[in-house]
């Protein structure tokens, strides 16, 4: 090669790899993010199973770090997850394990030596242990533990190991001290620790939104035990699992049997509001960076009020000591465990399906539901209706409510559902909610799969396909899926190939990205009015031009305003979660595709 050509070739080369450059600087680097109701394969429960019906469950989570490595155990899902990150979960099958599964589990890891486990769903069993939880493999105790429903195992510093239990609107929260030593036995220690307040504290009284015509006594139950810089915090939910008013509260102590103090900022895990409601009977984990982290139990509720899922939130110790955790628009995309500064935290993508225009391919039945505060549920069958084009329209697939759904007239490559979004957005990331109808399914069961693709389109015409999973072994009925690079969109169209049951069915398709419009502007004219019940508030605003919805934060201080309230659309709203003897400080600010408003000043209500 002559001189010349050798400079050719190397300029040729020096482009390309200019080009190359530029084209990676190009590339927005997309962040770790996970959405709650959290993306695992959850069991078919056995429970409700003689009245055929059947659903997909996870509740009354219990999380481990292990070794640097995290382990997930859930009631009556006959296993458990793994995960080296928080966000990706493989499920592990028990060599051996209880009967029916486990009920309210818990799981302690001593020094990184051992884990031991109990959870029996009869309320008494053997405690077991190994050192290696990834190999299945379990040693029962010789011995039996009773009471041990709802149970929290704990081993303090020194050794001593005690064993928390309690799941009634009657009784209260226990402790009894083990020998972890001597084959776990009970060596006599016992006490009783806290009850309910409901007169006190508004947010644990039963009901949703804590109103319920007859029964007055909230449930306490699922005890769960962190030590932080020497204190002890006994966590408890309230007031039941099916609401969604479903929190956890704290007591604080100086030893593991008390005396316990009611902390002045319950709830400390609280989720009303929003697409998935609840966010209590959890654990509090620490992650090997430090970071805290709350799992809870979220209310699906809508084949069975036992249909939960599971929620995680980034929890914090303040200078006061008091325990709180994040659950602003908490089921929205959150960044990863992995970000060094916001982990945890609304990584700013905000719904763009929200009330989509949405057609389908057939349909069994649409039904809207929701959870009454006097009956099980408030229930209306859509009638079908049809476009100009002839396409069947749905009006649940994007209403933010996981309880309404669509079912289509069969489970095969020929059931779709498009949606035009009122706006067009730069899409970052899907989230499809699949509802079990009639799945005929009561166990865990190896080898379902759900099999699909997404397309997206700026006019409706011209597709291009973003996700294929047509091909995939993963069983996700919460599928959260974000894409390498974000593509700008109108329209979404789902293409179904296969997933578990008779008939394709969702309750919500949920697109994330950012709108190419403004923000809404601040709320105004926002009014809060202590009721003359002082667990009770009525907050009013004005509607905001724009505007999906409203989200209300609230605390016992200006800067530990920790709890929120997401809605749509409503420009009201009467809470009766307020301790009584507490004042308050209040927020709002108005939200939609765009983004988040301006706060409103903070204003004190005593």
Avoid at 192 to 203: A, T, V
Avoid at 219 to 245: D, R
Wanted: charged residues 20%; contains cysteine; glycine residues 8%.
């Amino acid at each position: 090669m002559n001189l010349h050509g050798a400079k050719h070739k190397l300029g040729v080369t020096i482009a390309a790899l200019t080009l190359s450059l530029s084209t990676a600087l190009a590339q927005e680097i997309v962040p770790q993010t996970y959405c709650n109701p959290l993306d695992i394969d959850y069991t078919y429960m056995v429970y409700n199973s003689a009245r055929n019906i059947s659903y997909r469950s996870g509740a009354d989570p219990a999380v481990i770090e292990f070794r640097g490595e995290y382990y997930m155990f859930v009631t009556r899902s006959f296993g458990y997850w793994h995960s080296t990150d928080l966000v990706n979960w493989n499920f592990i099958k028990p060599v051996q394990w209880f009967f029916e599964g486990c009920n309210a589990p818990t799981a302690f890891n001593y020094k990184d030596s051992l884990v031991y486990f109990a959870g029996d769903p009869a309320g008494y069993g053997s405690i077991l242990y190994t050192d290696d939880p990834k190999s299945g493999k379990w040693t029962p105790t010789a011995s039996i533990s009773n009471n041990i429903q709802d149970s929290e195992l704990f081993i303090d510093d020194d050794g001593k190991t005690y064993l928390y239990w309690g799941s009634s609107n009657v009784y209260p929260i226990r402790v009894k001290e083990l020998n972890k030593d001597d084959r776990m036995l009970e060596t006599g220690v016992k006490a009783d620790l806290i009850n309910l307040d409901e007169e006190e504290h508004g947010w644990e009284r039963f009901g949703e939104n804590n109103f319920h015509p007859t029964l007055k006594e909230g449930y306490m139950e699922g005890a769960s035990m962190t030590k932080h810089n020497g204190k002890y915090y006994l966590q408890y939910a309230a007031p039941g699992t099916q609401f969604n008013v479903y929190g956890d509260g704290v007591y604080i102590g100086d030893s593991p049997l008390g005396p316990f103090t009611y902390m002045k900022n319950n709830p400390m895990s609280f989720k009303p509001g929003g697409f998935t409601n609840g966010a209590g009977h959890g654990i509090t984990v620490k992650q090997t960076n430090g970071q805290y982290w709350h799992f809870g139990t979220m209310a699906l509720a809508s084949n069975s009020h036992w249909e939960r899922r599971l929620c995680m939130f980034p929890t914090y110790f303040d200078n006061e000591g008091l325990m709180h955790s994040n659950t602003a628009y908490g089921d929205y995309p959150r960044f990863g465990p992995d970000h060094p500064t916001k982990a945890g935290e609304h990584c700013g993508w905000m719904l763009l399906s929200y009330k989509g225009k949405t057609s389908v391919s057939s349909s069994q039945m649409q039904v809207k539901k929701s959870t009454s505060t006097d009956n099980d549920y408030d229930i209306t069958e859509m009638p079908l209706e049809k476009n100009s084009e002839g396409e069947i329209l749905s009006q649940v697939l994007t209403d933010e409510n996981p309880k309404s759904f669509w079912v289509a007239n069969a489970n095969n490559d020929q059931q779709w559902v498009k949606i035009e979004m009122l706006n067009p957005g730069k899409v970052y990331a899907f989230q499809l909610n699949y509802h079990d109808h009639e799945s005929g399914i009561y166990t865990r069961t190896e080898g379902l799969r759900h099999r699909f693709t997404i397309e997206v389109s700026e006019n409706g015409t011209d597709w291009q396909t973003v996700v294929d999973r047509s091909n995939s072994y993963k069983d996700s009925p919460n599928a959260y899926i974000v894409l390498s690079q974000p593509v700008s969109a109108r329209f979404v169209r789902y293409n179904n190939m296969e997933v578990p049951g008779n008939n394709l069915a969702l309750s919500e398709i949920r697109v994330f990205g950012l709108g190419l419009g403004k923000k809404p502007s601040a709320v105004k004219g926002f009014y809060v009015k202590r009721e003359e019940d002082r667990r009770d508030a009525t907050l009013s605003w004005n509607p905001v031009k724009g505007a999906q919805g409203y989200n209300i934060r609230w605390g016992i201080a200006p800067d530990k305003l920790y709890n929120s309230w997401q809605l749509y659309h409503d420009t009201e709203l009467l809470m009766r979660c307020l301790d009584k003897n507490t004042s308050y400080f209040f927020t709002i600010e108005a939200f939609n595709e765009n983004g988040i408003s301006e706060k409103l000043p903070v204003q004190e209500i005593k």
